[in-house]
């Protein structure tokens, strides 16, 4: 079945080239159902493991710049970008093609073997982004997990130490080393312990976590979790044993909170005090993501060792760790690699995505379309029309939040519980948004929902994917 319906349903329209600035959306004409979809659909259920969690039944046939195509025949505007991934938009023509030209001369060249050309490019386009000129040393792996694994095996080697400090909310993946640092909700680790031992969880800067009321400054949420580190490392992991701090720049998926500055400052102080690794997590918040090339640019600080994936090569799967080049000449040769690690086309393809990132000054497009994004949120929250029951609206850039009142909180202790509030307001918005055609993703154990639109996505989109949003709200708080 699946061998006769296949070649049918992924047949693609081609992507026509951009010709301004910002990428234009290819002409789109009407999308209809695929005549298998139904048959598709009931296949995948039966054979990719339920281990996976789907929030759309259907086959994604194409995606084009901000829009993808799905087999019941609808064409929706993408406001996941893959969970942060297709930055550019999807199938961007010229990373594309600078995949599809790499696939025509060199597609594994293994790492261990020797370098690729598409390897040693990356590494000159990403040199001056990086947020520290310190950060001169380069390994690609394939997906943000991984690079936290090695992030972590990093750590311990550079500092001959075992421990790691993580963030409660934080989210780091679902292999063994990056689950054990993942606080962010049990589902990941759930019926998989024992984890990796020498792992602790230090409260982060977040309101609602504290159970500290909303416009509670973050001067006082930062100053209560730099003591709660103190307290950890006079009472639970002392520093000679302790290799690393871990953090997100901006926690993902805890909620969409960007980390406070003075925060950021405190562990970098602390990690200086004690030789202690400070890693930043860029995986989510990189490659423009929050306005900035990295969110860690919004304090200052310099990482020991920063990881990035997602954005980097805009849906190829590529990672990187990066560090300093004093701390990774201390690694035995062989100790860091993998058959696909930094493939050549993903290289090809996130080298183009630096070159249109400058090009086509994507950074500019992020703080505009980021301005008229969060004045939008700003004027829903104060509106008649959503009852007070948008609590916060949050983030950087793109990377944007609104988390909703509950009438139950996340426990008979939360401290933002509004009885008035209708059950699950984010799934229900998030599931109303796809009915009118808009993709749209929850975050974190409260009722949040995260605006990850392409970074280059049109006023036009934009303001379209703030209606549908604003008319789901609406209708769901009406609804009760
Ligand atoms: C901050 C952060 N780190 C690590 C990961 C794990 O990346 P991957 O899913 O590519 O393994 C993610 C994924 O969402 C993430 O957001």
Known sequence: MFRQCAPRILKARSCLPSSSTIPRIPQRTMATASPNHAS???????????????????????????YVSISDGRE???FTSGIGVTNLGHCHPRVSKAAADQCMNLVHGQCSIGFTGPYLELIEQLLPMMPHPSLDSFYFWNSGSEAVEGAIKMARMFTGRQNIIAMQGGYHGRTFGAMAVTKSKTIYSAGFHPLMPGVF??????????????DTPTEELSAFCLNQLHLLLSQQTTPKDTAAIIIESVIGEGGYVPAPPEFLKGLREICDQHGIMLIIDEVQSGFGRTGKNFAIEYSGVKPDIMTVAKGLANGFPLSGI????????????????????G??????AAVEVAKVFKEEKILDNVNARSQELFSSLRALQASTSTKGLIADVRGQGLMAAVEFASPKGSSPHDSFINPSAPEKLSSRVAKRCQEKGMLILTTSVYEVIRFIPALNISKADLEKGIKIFTEAVEEIVREG
């Open 76 to 78: 929706m505007l993408d």
């Open 322 to 341: 990066i560090s300093r080049k004093e701390l990774t000449d201390t690694l035995a040769p062989g100790s860091m690699g993998g058959t696909y690690a």
């Open 40 to 66: 598709l659909v009931e296949f995948g259920q039966k054979h990719v493991t339920k281990g996976l969690g789907r929030q759309l039944e259907a086959v994604i046939t194409k995606g084009s710049g901000s």
């Open 343 to 348: 493939n050549a086309v993903a290289c090809a």
């Open 201 to 214: 969880t230090l409260p982060f800067p977040y309101w609602h976590q504290l159970s500290r009321p909303k």
